[in-house]
């Protein structure tokens, strides 16, 4: 589980466009638990049900952590990401106030992240890294995902009803123990190097193409400074 990849990006991205599936995450401030116990977790699964009252929005896939959580999604117009995720947060962190009287500080890092993902082998991978989360985790959380009753593969019945939404293209067969095998290398890289460069996560046609998009051409800048040619002697 990579807790330290969100770093500031140099630019902003325009506001998330409608009809895309997006992964979103935030996490606690200064790697701050988020979630305490057994009715931190409920009260936020809570909130996201509510949510989707007051924003058009699908929601393909959850895991709630210790200091973070991530949602796999889909908003249906460009400003149904940011009207939902902010009254999740927003009240979130008062109820969180008002029931932790004793915190100070921010309980965030800052605002949400989101990173556009193609709706392929991609969105499917995506899921097997989110719901393996607590699996993955350096502290070992549980033995199998779908024990993990605070994400989508684990979650029981009423909230699956009530939260989650099918699927954009057909779940394979097996999901469970899917989720429970470790990513391939090369898979594993693609979803950190979203995660990493908030790039969009998909093949290299479509990455490009959704770069140019959204404004997130910076994100596909190799790191570091650009070499400097040598200069020919005078």
């Not at 989508?152 to 293209?169: E, H, K, R, V, Y």
């Not at 123990?177 to 890289?189: D, H, M, S």
Request: hydrophobic share 35%; charged share 25%.
């Amino acid at each position: 589980m990579a807790l330290g990849y969100l770093v500031p990006m140099p630019r902003t991205a325009r506001a998330a466009v409608g009809g895309l599936v997006y992964h979103v995450l935030n996490r606690g401030n200064g790697r701050m638990g988020v979630f305490r116990k057994p009715g931190d977790y409920q009260a936020f699964v809570d909130l996201l049900i509510m949510g989707r009252e007051r924003a058009r929005i699908e929601v393909f896939g959850f895991c709630l952590m210790p200091n973070h959580w991530h949602l796999v999604v889909r908003p249906r117009g460009d400003s149904d990401l940011a009207s939902y995720l902010s009254w999740v947060t927003n009240t979130h962190v008062k109820r969180y106030r008002a029931h932790y009287t004793r915190t100070s500080g921010h309980l965030y890092q800052g605002r949400y992240k989101s990173f556009p993902v193609q709706e392929d082998a991609y969105f499917l991978t995506l899921l097997r890294y989110v719901e393996a989360n607590p699996v993955r985790a350096k502290q070992k959380l549980v033995a199998r995902a779908q024990d993990w009753r605070w994400s989508s593969l684990g979650c029981d019945a009423a909230t699956s009803a009530q939260m989650l939404s099918p699927w954009p293209l057909e779940r394979p067969a097996g999901w469970t123990r899917l989720v429970n095998q470790p990513l391939a290398e090369a898979q594993q890289q693609r979803v950190q190097s979203s995660l990493e460069r908030g790039r969009p996560l998909g093949d290299e046609r479509w990455t490009q193409a959704m770069a140019r998009r959204l404004g997130l051409e910076f994100t596909l800048n190799r790191r570091g400074r650009p070499a400097t040619r040598p200069q020919e002697p005078k």
